[in-house]
């Protein structure tokens, strides 16, 4: 079945995207972005350790664009103006790539979305020639807003990023998704395999994650687990599941009873 | 000159070019963003771009992050 997931013209087949922070090593990202199946993953920008081992191989050389659809992220910033430098670098430094996760925090403790922040950052962005994947919080509002002014894919959160604490408001996320013309995909909170189930079956387009799998105590194995609820969850949402009844149903026919 | 480089004091002899600090801080090839007092300089420029005396330059890559 040909199912694929399609952000800003471009076609993927895998509906699961990784981030590549808190791994023990390079080795361990590289494995566990593999097993992951993922082919969006996302990175930061940072400054080079100058004078330290400047040998030293780089998370682009394991991971490298010509196999992976990089998405660099603005993550640390709490400012339009440091958000909109940042995607402009990633821009610089990834030779004119303009597909670029926005987040725009407005809180160290929640790593909550500073929602007003992010929605100036992005119209910046749009007007520059950005395609922006946008991080934001689960109100359909805003969520609205954001595809409107032209972002290519809204990604709210399920629970604060890091938390794992699974999907905390899917009637919010399902509202986001009925309401939606571009992708939706879940990004923070997932803990386990079953979120990232959950999350598809509610209708999300993707799930976008990095501490469910990278803090895992096994990251390769977890996110094998990931690659699969990723695919289960979208299959059970295709399909469409029974309603809920009250009562039991017999499956055996009655029909046909001897006794 | 002084400048500041990520963040650090630095001297450098005068008349440097931005192509020559990459090449010996042991960076040349990298996949690098570089600003000079807030402005991008693209790859291209890079041979021609003089350091200037209190420049702050950020040299900036990719890292994992999530």
Redesign the interface.
């Known amino acids: 079945m040909t199912d694929p997931l399609i952000i800003a013209g471009k076609s993927y087949n895998s509906r699961l995207l990784t981030g590549t922070g808190k791994y023990k090593d390079l080795e361990e990202t590289r494995l566990a972005t593999e097993a992951s199946g993922a082919e969006i993953i996302t990175v930061a920008i940072r400054r080079t350790n100058i004078g330290q081992k400047p040998g030293e191989p780089n998370v682009l050389d394991v991971l490298p664009p010509s196999k992976y659809t990089l998405l660099p992220n603005t993550a640390g910033c709490y400012n339009v103006d440091d958000a909109v430098r940042t995607c402009r670098l990633a821009r610089e430094l990834l030779g004119g790539h303009d597909l670029v996760k926005l987040e725009v925090l407005g809180d160290e403790k929640t790593l909550f979305p500073d929602v007003t922040a992010t929605l100036e950052a992005a119209r910046i962005l749009v007007k520059d020639g950005f395609k922006v994947m946008v991080y934001t919080n689960d109100d359909p509002i805003m969520a609205k807003r954001l595809e409107e002014i032209g972002c290519v894919a809204v990604m709210p959160l399920a629970a604060p990023i890091g938390s794992g604490l699974g999907i905390r408001n899917p009637y919010n996320i399902l509202t986001i998704i009925e309401n939606a013309k571009v992708p939706i995909l879940v990004d923070a909170g997932v803990g386990t395999a079953s979120d990232a189930a959950i999350a598809m079956e509610l209708g999300c387009d993707g799930i976008l994650m990095n501490t469910a799998i990278a803090c895992a105590k096994n990251p390769v194995l977890m996110a094998s687990a990931m690659n699969k609820a990723v695919q289960a969850g979208r299959e059970a949402f295709l399909a469409g599941r029974v309603p809920r009844k009250r009562f039991a149903s017999a499956s055996s026919p009655i029909d046909g009873l001897f006794f | 000159m002084n400048i500041v480089?990520?963040?650090?004091p630095r001297t450098l002899p005068g008349g440097t070019l931005l192509a020559q600090l990459i090449h010996e801080?042991?960076?040349e090839g990298?996949?690098?963003?570089?600003?000079i007092n807030?402005e991008?300089i693209?790859?291209s420029l890079y041979a021609q771009t003089g350091v200037k005396d209190g420049d702050r330059i950020?040299?900036?890559?990719?890292?994992?992050?999530?």
Do not use: F, S, T, Y
């Not at chain 2, 480089?5 to 650090?8: D, I, Q, R, V, W």
């Not at chain 2, 990298?30 to 600003?35: D, M, T």
């Open positions: 480089l990520n963040g650090e801080l042991g960076l990298k996949r690098l963003a570089v600003e807030r991008i693209p790859r950020e040299i900036l890559h990719a890292i994992g992050g999530g």
